[in-house]
């Protein structure tokens, strides 16, 4: 086999057609590393990697398919999924929440008046856990959070073992948080946006 034809994605170049021909089509490569907002249309997949990493596990998941689909229609601008390659391999998917702490309406309802994002879910593909990738994409969502004139805070609830990942991504813990689903209890952590000037100063916005 020649060199060349061991490479699927090089052809020769007189198989391609002419620039003037109107059926010429673009050849498009996927990025290697994406960083976007989520889409109604991202559901299927944030749901694929929601159900490896939570049903499979207890049952149940912080957003079934249908509200997974509501809240990015609602506000796709507070969510981010990283795609590899035009994979999604981890995801956020946030709402907007209007009161001090969480209560069990903020599991679904979004708040377009609220200054505090509640992070509903962050999931990292099974294959791509314990590569940086959570931090990373936490990391991110925090400094694009910090773009948003109208968020101030951004918080979240997690189970006792999650505490320290949380920590170590600037959230403060503000104690155990007053929605309960089914037998599990959760701490509530809060990041106050505006209080990250460097942050901010250092962000692009
Ligand atoms: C939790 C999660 C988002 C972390 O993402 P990740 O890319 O694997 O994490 P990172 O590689 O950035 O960081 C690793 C750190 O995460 C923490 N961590 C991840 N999973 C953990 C677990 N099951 N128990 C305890 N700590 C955990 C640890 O602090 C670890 O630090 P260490 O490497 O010093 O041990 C990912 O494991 C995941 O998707 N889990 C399933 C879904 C979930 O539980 N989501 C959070 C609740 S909404």
Redesign the pocket.
């Given at each position: 086999m020649s060199a060349i034809s061991a490479l699927p994605f090089l052809k020769p170049l007189h198989f391609r057609p002419p620039r003037s021909s109107p059926g010429r089509q673009r050849r498009h490569t996927l990025p290697a590393s994406e960083f976007r907002c989520l889409t109604p249309e991202d559901a299927i997949s944030v749901f694929e990697i929601e159900r490896e990493?939570?049903i499979s596990v207890s049952g149940d998941c912080?957003l079934h398919l249908d509200e997974i689909r509501h809240f990015l229609n609602l506000c796709p601008e507070l969510s981010l999924g990283w795609f590899e390659e035009g994979r999604l391999v981890?995801f956020i998917i946030g709402s907007l929440w209007d009161q001090e702490r969480l209560s069990q309406d903020a599991l679904t309802l979004h708040k377009p008046h609220g200054t505090k994002v509640h992070i509903h879910?962050?999931?990292?593909h099974r294959t791509?856990?314990?590569?940086?990738?959570?931090?990373?994409l936490m990391w991110r969502y925090l400094q694009y959070l910090c773009c948003l004139p109208y968020v101030r805070h951004a918080t979240l609830m997690?189970e006792d073992?999650?505490v320290?990942?949380y920590s170590?991504c600037g959230f403060k813990a503000l104690g155990p948080c007053e929605v309960t689903v089914g037998s599990l209890n959760f701490i509530e952590m809060n990041y106050a946006v505006r209080g990250h000037a460097f942050m901010r100063r250092n962000s692009g916005c």
């Open positions: 990493a939570f912080p981890a879910v962050l999931a990292v791509f856990r314990q590569q940086g990738k959570g931090f990373i997690c073992f999650l320290p990942f170590k």
